[in-house]
Each structure stands twice: as structure tokens, then as C-alpha cells.
């Protein structure tokens, strides 16, 4: 036998999930592999004809505690840690009749469903692996010696690894099973700790960690010369994607800006974004699909081009033959009907990812960043405001197809990178600005934003007068407010709280133009 490579003997399996169990075992049964097992594996096993032996004929102990002390055991232990070229570990074997275990089969208790399916606590704690996770680390630390597999998907690859080395495995195979199963446990512990960290009474977890696994290779990051991956967090859904070329680091990127916006309208409207380098250019609700999309599409559709679009209902057949007529790097939508599906095939590059429902924006989720040192964690802004949660502060006082733009303008603006002004009129932005160092550039790029689209489509101006203006900063002074007032907006909704607030309001009351406060500030940095 080559240096590194070793036979399979005997293996010990205890799984929780039992897919693919049977057909494993019986390929293990036909190589001649003598099967160690724990409780309901075993019976699985016996009653399927094959030879098994118990774990506690092993030990000399039968299954205790309900369970809880089944494993934890030297004789298994010792099984699985012996080095098999350290004549000690093999003499200490042999005077204790500790059989070497050569392939460990566990996944584990299902804690992290148990959890989101709202289990009680004792529930919860009870799904809480013990001598899993401890034969896991055994068997992934003797990786010289011994094949670990924490997961069904596996089953095959090591089948196929041996029939293609003549039924060995090599030390390069066993080292990479040895550290998905550490990964495995690790998420598994993580999980937990975030679970027992929800029952502290701090403001923010004592300790974070994100484990993830790669789910995509990705051909490079924001550059050519970058290096990257997509590394899926085990509690999340993925979309799907059912045609066009792999997704691009960016294109991922703008996918996710895309998905939290579009996320902010309910299936009761028609709502559409279109994001560019992770801001919106257009966003628009209409009473119909196609027409949310155009007026998206029309705010900015020199920066439209290469977009991401995204839709809150499903893809029809009118709104993907639109579609079609401009370059669109990626479409996300909860669903697609077959006949939309046949249209968006014309272009085969065009990306089509569809969510399944769209979440809910109540959840107190955390998100992070990588810093120098460590990481900046906190809660995702998921503030919900309504009608009475802002308070008018000028003489004149919003419409109400004004307060319905302000609304619509306030929950853009939560998604636009700061400093952010946004312009509306009729439920859909005609101009936005975006990430600018102060606040009264911002508000001149979204008004020249407006004079572009205006100029572009041929449109009368007085058509776009009074519209309403979103910030999602307080404005320090009230040039800021002058620049949309000029251009003519006729309400203004913003957080409020600047030391010089009054000149702001006096600057609106003026103009003749209402304005309202928030007191919550949207900063997206």
C-alpha cells in the first residue's frame, strides 16, 4: 500500500439524517466493511438486512441518560485517535481491545431547525449534539488514519474515490472530508452560540462569527486581479437562477441592493428598481408591471444600461419583451410564467434569478463588515415609518398625493447610498443623488438628473413640477433645500435634528413648500 493511502475495515455511523443511508451502507457491505452503530441508525441498518454491531457491545455500555452518553467512550475514541504507526497508541489498543476505526459516518442533531421552527427551549437544548461533534473532531484531527464524512452528499464521492484507487483512500482525500467536518462543527457551535446569545440582555452578541461554505467559484472580485468566492451562510435561501451566463462578484453585489429594495413593496403593487453599482436609478410603482417598469426604466436610462432589475411579482410576458430591448445584466423576480420564460431566452446572457417570496423587512437580522482589526457589526435598518410617525413642521401642509410620493421617496431613499437625495413624482424617483460628499451636491446631481431625463424623453417641464424630495440626512443648511425648491419641489420629507433647523424650515415656509420630519436617519454607507 502506497505511503498516505489506507484501506477501509471498519466504520462507525450514526446519523441523524438518514438520506441515501442504505445504498451507502450496502456499497460498504459489499466491500466487506465491518459497521459499528448507535440507536436508531443501528436498527435502520438491521432491519435492512445488513450485519451490525452495537456501539455498547463495543463499550460494555448500554445507551444511557436518554441517550445523552451513548459515544463518549474510550474504546470509541480510542478508535478513532490511535495512531496507527505509534506502537504505544497500538499496544494501549491491544491491552484494552479498542477496535481501530477506520471511517466515522455522523451528521448531526438538527439543532438549527429545530430553532427556526420555533421549537421550545428545552426543545431546543435537547437538540444539542454532544458525542456527534466530539467524534467528528477526533476523527478529523487522526485524518493521517482515519476517512470522516459529515454530510449525505458525500456518500458518493467516497465511493467513487474508492472504486477509482483500488479501494483505498489517499491522505489528499481524507484532509479535505477532514475539514469540511471541521467547518461542519464549527457552524454547528456557532449556531448555538448565537441562539444562547438571543437570551442575553445586551444590546449586541458578547461574541460574532460568520461560517460559510463556498457555493460559487467566482471568476474574479470587483477587479481582475482580485481573487473571489460566494460563501452561502447555512441559514439562508438562495434564489435560483434559470438562465444566462454566472454571476459576477458585482453582479451578486447589486443583486442583493436590488433584492433589499424591491423588498420594501408588498405583492399588492407592482413595484420595480433598477440598481447600478449597488444604487438605484430608477425606481417606480405602477398598476401594472409594465408600466412600474418603464417609469423605472425612464428616470435614468443612461445609467439603466448594464443594470440590475428587479420586480415584486412574477414576470410577465409584456415586461420581459421590454426588457429585451436594452442590455440588462441580471432580472430578479419571485417567479416567471413559461411564456416570459420562452422570451428572456432570446438573450441568453441576460441573468434571470427568482426569489420565491420576498422577506419580510421586520426581522432584526445583523449585518457586518470587515474592518481593519476586527468587524463592525449591527441590527439591518428595518425601520417601517408611517404617516403618523412624521411630523409637519411648516405652515403649508402635504397633500395627500403628496404624502403618498413622500412615503414612496422615503423608503428609496433608506436604499440609496448617503449622502442621498431623491426625487418623486407619482410613485416613481425622476432623480436621484447618490453618495456625494455633501448634501447640497447631492441635491444638485438628482436635479440634474431630472433636467437629463426631461431633456432626453422630450418632456414638458411644468409635467414634473411640484414633486416631492426625500433625504436621508438631516440638511445642515438650507442651500440643500434651495436647489430642489429652485427646480420645483413642492415637499420635502427629511430626519430633522440639524442645529440649524429653523433656517431650513424658514427656507421652506418662503418658498411655499411643506415639509416634514422623521426624526430616524437612513445612512447608508
Known amino acids: 500500500m502506497k505511503p498516505g493511502t489506507r484501506k477501509i475495515s471498519r466504520a462507525l455511523i450514526s446519523v441523524f439524517d438518514k438520506t441515501g443511508l442504505l445504498d451507502f451502507v450496502k456499497k460498504l457491505d459489499d466491500l466487506g466493511v465491518e459497521i459499528i452503530s448507535t440507536g436508531g441508525t443501528a436498527k435502520t441498518i438491521g432491519e435492512a438486512g445488513y450485519a451490525v454491531t452495537e456501539v455498547s457491545e463495543i463499550t460494555g455500555f448500554e445507551e444511557m441518560m436518554d441517550g445523552r452518553v451513548k459515544t463518549l467512550h474510550p474504546k470509541i475514541h480510542g478508535g478513532l485517535l490511535g495512531l496507527r504507526d505509534n506502537q504505544d497508541h497500538l ?15 455522523v451528521n448531526l442533531y438538527p439543532f438549527q431547525e429545530t430553532v427556526r421552527e420555533g421549537a421550545s427551549y428545552d426543545q431546543c437544548i435537547e437538540n444539542i449534539d454532544i458525542g456527534g461533534p466530539a467524534m467528528i473532531r477526533s476523527a478529523a484531527k487522526n485524518h493521517n488514519y482515519v476517512t470522516v464524512i459529515v454530510n449525505p452528499n458525500d456518500y458518493d464521492n467516497l465511493l467513487n474515490h474508492l472504486s477509482e484507487n483500488d479501494f483505498t483512500i489517499d491522505q489528499d482525500f481524507r484532509k479535505k472530508l477532514a475539514a469540511r467536518a471541521f467547518t461542519a462543527i464549527s457552524a454547528y457551535d456557532l449556531a448555538i452560540s448565537n441562539w444562547m446569545s438571543d437570551f442575553s440582555n445586551d444590546d449586541m452578541p458578547s461574541s460574532f462569527g460568520f461560517i460559510g461554505n463556498l457555493q460559487i467559484p467566482l471568476r474574479y472580485g470587483e477587479n481582475p486581479h482580485q481573487k473571489a468566492g460566494f460563501y452561502k451562510d447555512s441559514e439562508a435561501n438562495l434564489m435560483l437562477q434559470i438562465q444566462g451566463k454566472e454571476l459576477s462578484y458585482n453582479n451578486i ?13 408588498d405583492g399588492g403593487t407592482c413595484a420595480c428598481a433598477i440598481v ?14 409594465n408600466e412600474a417598469y418603464k417609469k423605472a426604466f425612464n428616470c435614468d436610462r443612461a445609467s439603466a444600461f448594464g443594470g440590475i432589475i428587479a420586480l415584486n411579482t412574477c414576470i410577465e410576458k409584456e415586461t420581459a419583451q421590454l426588457i429585451l430591448n436594452t442590455f440588462t445584466e441580471v432580472l430578479i423576480a419571485p417567479d416567471c410564467t413559461e411564456e416570459s420564460k420562452k422570451i428572456l431566452q432570446k438573450n441568453k446572457a441576460l441573468r434571470v434569478l427568482l426569489t420565491g417570496n420576498l422577506p419580510k423587512q421586520n426581522n432584526s437580522s445583523l449585518t457586518w463588515k470587515k474592518v481593519h482589526g476586527g468587524a463592525l457589526l449591527q441590527e439591518e435598518d428595518n425601520n417601517s415609518l408611517s404617516l403618523n410617525d412624521i411630523k409637519v413642521v411648516t405652515r403649508k401642509v402635504p397633500k395627500d398625493t403628496e404624502l403618498v410620493d413622500l412615503m414612496f421617496a422615503w423608503k428609496v431613499a433608506k436604499h440609496v447610498k448617503s449622502n442621498a437625495i431623491v426625487l418623486v413624482k407619482d410613485q416613481s424617483t425622476i432623480g436621484i ?33 411640484d414633486f416631492v424630495v426625500a433625504s436621508d440626512a438631516f440638511f445642515p443648511f438650507a442651500d440643500g433645500i434651495s436647489e430642489v425648491i429652485e427646480a ?19 427656507a421652506a415656509d418662503d418658498a411655499g413648500i411643506s415639509m416634514a420630519f422623521t426624526k430616524i436617519r437612513h445612512f447608508k454607507h
Do not use: T, W
Request: proline content about 3%; hydrophobic content about 40%.
Open 276 to 289: 447600478k453599482h449597488a444604487n438605484p436609478c430608477g425606481v417606480a410603482l405602477g398598476r401594472s408591471q
Open 91 to 105: 499496544g494501549s489498543m491491544l491491552k484494552n481491545n479498542i477496535p481501530e476505526i477506520d471511517l466515522l459516518v
Open 433 to 465: 443623488g447618490a453618495g456625494q460628499m455633501s448634501r447640497v451636491d447631492s441635491s444638485r446631481v438628482a436635479v440634474r438628473k431630472l433636467n437629463d431625463m426631461i431633456n432626453s424623453l422630450n418632456l414638458e417641464k411644468e409635467f414634473y413640477m
Open 253 to 265: 453585489n447589486d443583486v442583493d441592493a436590488a433584492f433589499d429594495l424591491v423588498s420594501e413593496f
Open 488 to 506: 420645483g419641489a413642492a415637499a420635502i420629507i427629511q430626519p430633522g435634528g440639524s442645529i440649524r433647523d429653523n433656517e431650513v424650515i424658514k
